[in-house]
């Protein structure tokens, strides 16, 4: 960043610093990344995500949810007390909740710690095992200033094809961890246009109806091999013409005498009216 002195002596240089900071803003409001000439679109992740992890700690169950926007500050909830949120501006906020197995004893938040700040603002680095990129955020210090400062780290593992969700790795008390494989970690060159991440779209055509589609094939290739062998071997014209002519021609007759079969077979038959009773 460039210092105050140097505004004040090169006015010009503080011009083209402050559209610098302008063009800044606006990618990370679009939530494009930049690092080592390669460029992320992570546009796609930029919405509320929450994992969690139980923990059990006797006589109670401790869960621990943590709440993240890769893109910008979480949004605020009007519904939830103040004190039982992390401030404005938070990255990730790491919240505790203790539940009791008694259903009379309701859940409490035993603590709300923001272990991410200045969403704008992450640390980028690349990865150096797999392709993919790890974001960090420095949070507060917590639970008071002479703590130590807790942070947020993000492994975006390049997955293509891959939508899966985040997960929670964990929690030592002072870096919270979530790794998540996704294609939109998936890099590109600078310069070019971000791949599209859109579904496959269904084929039209289902296997029923490649199976009619062979069924027609066959049968148009019959009748035309058919036709042609009568025509060359025996001169035959108009029906003669018809492969298997006398089999075609018997055809609805057998069609007739299968249906005529079945309505008999489903009719009910009458019971005679007398007993049981045979004189001898």
């Known amino acids: 960043m460039l210092k105050s002195s140097t505004f004040h002596k090169h006015p010009t240089v503080s011009i083209c610093a402050l559209l610098l900071l302008c063009c800044t803003a606006q ?14 679109d992570l546009s796609g992740l930029d ?19 943590l709440s993240f926007n890769p893109c910008q500050a979480l949004p605020w909830e009007d519904d939830v007390a103040d004190h039982d949120q992390c401030p404005r501006g938070t990255a990730a906020c790491l919240k505790t909740i203790n539940t009791k197995t008694v259903e009379t004893n309701p859940d409490r938040i035993v603590s709300v710690i ?34 130590k400062r807790q942070s947020f780290t ?7 094809g891959a939508q899966n969700g985040p997960e929670f790795k964990s929690y030592d008390g002072e870096t919270a961890v979530v790794e998540w494989r996704h294609e939109l970690a998936c890099p590109y060159k600078a310069g070019e246009e971000p791949p599209s991440h859109e579904p496959p779209s269904e084929s039209v055509g289902s296997s029923l109806g490649w199976f009619f589609l062979v069924l027609l094939i066959a049968f148009a290739a019959y009748f035309g091999l058919g036709a042609y062998y009568n025509y060359a071997t025996y001169g035959a014209t108009g029906y003669d013409l018809i492969p ?12 007739q005498d299968v249906v005529s079969h079945l309505c008999s077979s489903f009719r009910p038959r009458h019971s005679s009216s007398r007993g049981g009773y045979i004189s001898v």
């Open 244 to 255: 298997h002519r006398d089999f075609w021609r018997e055809v609805p007759y057998m069609l």
């Open 114 to 147: 923001p272990v991410g700040q200045n969403p704008s603002d992450p640390t980028i680095t690349t990865l150096k095992s797999e392709k993919g990129l790890q974001m960090q955020w420095q949070g507060a210090s917590y639970p008071n200033e002479d703590s």
């Open 154 to 160: 993000l492994k975006l593992f390049c997955e293509p």
């Open 47 to 65: 919405s509320k995500h929450d994992v969690f992890q139980t923990r059990d700690t006797p006589p109670t169950t401790s869960k621990d949810i």
């Open 27 to 40: 990618v990370r409001a679009e939530c494009h990344v930049a690092k080592d000439g390669l460029e992320y």
